[in-house]
């Protein structure tokens, strides 16, 4: 069946330095490649997206690439802050007859250490 | 404008029982989907529904039922629980177009099977 592999589990850094997360789908069908951050207690929020028909996307600090051929998107974050520690997730949505369904990779836990 | 609401927060069974959880949506939003979210298992797609309709599932078993109402909020029904379905439930909902696939999570409903 379809899935979505997320490395790497967990990820620490210094604060202001970049931090990367890489995803791997497999379902060719899928579409919609969002990415989520989920704090303690709290339902995941999505902080940026990227469409099939996009290489890349930014948003300020954040930044997401998608490559297609290889079926590869990543995110990237830099000048990480303390508040960026969270759990990060990709997904792929993929559209098919009258809805859509989404695959989440298993979570990447960030630490920013000031 | 109010974000996608879950009922009730918390909740403890004892196995064997059954439990309804809810989600309100977004306003205007018409598709709901909900996710079991585990330790180990992450984030697993449960059902999706729009317009009253359940357009896509996961892979879980008839023990795990929904459906939608007329305004859009929708129900999720786990029978004969197990200790195994603990977990927090996640209700997104979505106002979907054609291009439009973004979901909004709620905080979850975290359901404890003793």
């Known amino acids: 069946g379809e899935n979505v592999e997320q490395h790497p589990s967990t990820l620490s850094v210094q604060e202001g330095d970049s931090a990367v997360i890489k995803c791997t789908y497999s379902d060719s069908a899928s579409n919609y490649f969002p990415w989520y951050k989920q704090e303690l207690g709290k339902g995941p929020q999505l902080i940026i997206d990227?469409?099939?028909?996009?290489g890349e996307k930014k948003d300020q600090r954040i930044a997401v690439t998608l490559n297609k051929t290889a079926k590869h998107f990543s995110l990237h974050i830099t000048e990480t802050q303390p508040e960026d520690s969270a759990v990060y997730f990709c997904?792929?949505?993929?559209?098919?007859?009258?809805?859509?369904?989404?695959?989440f990779g298993a979570g990447t836990r960030l630490f920013v250490k000031a | 404008k109010a974000g996608v609401t879950q009922t009730p927060r918390y909740l403890i069974k004892t196995r064997g029982q059954q439990v309804t959880l809810s989600c309100s949506p977004i306003?205007?939003?018409?598709?709901v989907s909900w996710y079991q979210q585990t330790p180990g298992q992450g984030l697993q797609f449960l059902f999706e529904?729009?317009?009253?309709?359940?357009?896509n599932k996961g892979n879980f078993p008839g023990r795990f039922s929904g459906r939608q109402f007329s305004n859009s909020r929708s129900e999720m029904n786990v029978s004969t629980l197990e200790l195994g379905d603990s977990a927090l439930y996640l209700c997104?909902?979505?106002?979907?177009?054609?291009?439009?696939?973004?979901?909004?999570f709620g905080q979850g409903t975290r359901l404890t099977v003793v």
């Open positions: 529904y729009f317009s009253e309709t359940q357009r």
């Open positions: 990227i469409r099939s028909n996009v």
């Open positions: 306003s205007g939003h018409r598709s």
């Open positions: 997904a792929a949505s993929t559209r098919n007859t009258g809805g859509f369904k989404t695959i």
């Open positions: 997104a909902s979505s106002l979907v177009s054609s291009m439009n696939t973004e979901a909004f």
